[in-house]
């Protein structure tokens, strides 16, 4: 039986979170080459030292990347298609979120700080990956039945990562404007780019996660408690939970692969239902 995933991987903010279980699906999926990035390369160390335990036979590639520096976004995908050959699919995961403060409040240092990382650190990776993907070709076709399957999976497929407030804004008295701008900006990237490269059978989407269980939500399961800024908010998901990071994976091998090979400039909402209530 066909892996659900296959050939190469990329995936940036894979140290913790949801970056680190986008890696581990990848692995368990089928990717046999992958390359983690991230600016915490002792954090990308263990990944790599997990997923090497886990599966012996895939090939790891450890990135120590800020997104902010094209240089170094530049030289890393260099790297990715130095070693593996081609780019297959690529998760633009790298995010911050930020100072919490009313937007008077907030100095232009933090403003630009979540911008160039969640959005411009985004577009940095996009663009190279876009570079690598529009030059090579479909995946190989080992037999005249695997031919549709070739197609649906095309040159490559790209997902960024967004945010629940990429699609609403924060509710009272969550104060994170830079990073929901950010965050919608990345949706409207996605979507305009998804255009733009439809014809060279690219799809390029986005995954909108809502609350979930990482170290960005300071706490974890604290904020089921009351008293706690993102307990309402939690209580009112018809789920009544935080996500796991490990649902966020599923769902961004989902775009990943040819399983979704219809879908192009979608962001998908996986929130429990919050945003949709």
């Known amino acids: 039986?066909?892996?659900?995933?296959?050939?190469?991987?990329?995936?940036?903010?894979?140290?913790?979170?949801?970056?680190?279980?986008?890696?581990?699906?990848?692995?368990?999926?089928?990717?046999?080459?992958?390359?983690?990035?991230?600016?915490?390369?002792?954090?990308?160390?263990?990944?790599?030292?997990?997923?090497?335990?886990?599966?012996?036979?895939?090939?790891?590639?450890?990135?120590?990347?800020?997104?902010?520096?094209?240089?170094?976004?530049?030289?890393?995908?260099?790297?990715?298609?130095?070693?593996?050959?081609?780019?297959?699919?690529?998760?633009?995961?790298?995010?911050?979120?930020?100072?919490?403060?009313?937007v008077h409040e907030l100095e232009e240092a933090d403003w630009n700080d979540v911008l160039n990382i969640n959005l411009t650190g985004v577009h940095l990776c996009q663009k190279e990956e876009l570079a690598i993907m529009v030059n090579q070709?479909?995946?190989?076709?080992?037999?005249?039945?695997?031919?549709?399957?070739?197609?649906?999976?095309?040159?490559?497929?790209?997902?960024?990562?967004?945010?629940?407030?990429?699609?609403?804004?924060?509710?009272f008295p969550i104060h994170q404007t830079a990073y929901s701008a950010a965050k919608h900006a990345v949706v409207g990237m996605t979507k305009a780019d998804a255009s733009s490269y439809a014809g060279t059978n690219i799809r390029i989407n986005a995954i909108c996660p809502g609350y979930i269980e990482t170290p960005m939500i300071k706490g974890g399961t604290a904020s089921l408690v009351q008293g706690h800024p993102l307990h309402s908010h939690v209580q009112n998901t018809p789920l009544k939970r935080l996500g796991l990071p490990e649902e966020i994976a599923d769902s961004i091998v989902f775009l990943a692969s040819p399983?979704?090979?219809?879908?192009?400039?979608f962001g998908l909402v996986a929130d429990g239902g919050y945003t949709g209530c």
């Open 1 to 102: 039986m066909a892996s659900l995933l296959e050939g190469s991987a990329f995936v940036t903010g894979a140290a913790s979170g949801i970056g680190e279980k986008t890696a581990y699906a990848f692995a368990k999926y089928g990717i046999s080459k992958l390359a983690i990035a991230d600016i915490n390369l002792e954090g990308l160390q263990t990944v790599a030292a997990n997923l090497q335990k886990e599966w012996p036979d895939i090939e790891v590639l450890t990135l120590k990347i800020d997104v902010r520096k094209a240089e170094e976004v530049k030289s890393g995908l260099a790297q990715v298609v130095s070693n593996f050959g081609r780019l297959d699919v690529a998760v633009n995961n790298a995010g911050i979120s930020g100072k919490v403060a009313r």
């Open 259 to 265: 399983l979704s090979s219809y879908v192009n400039g």
């Open 137 to 171: 070709e479909y995946h190989q076709l080992l037999t005249l039945a695997a031919r549709d399957l070739g197609v649906r999976r095309g040159r490559g497929a790209i997902i960024n990562v967004s945010s629940m407030y990429g699609v609403v804004g924060p509710l």
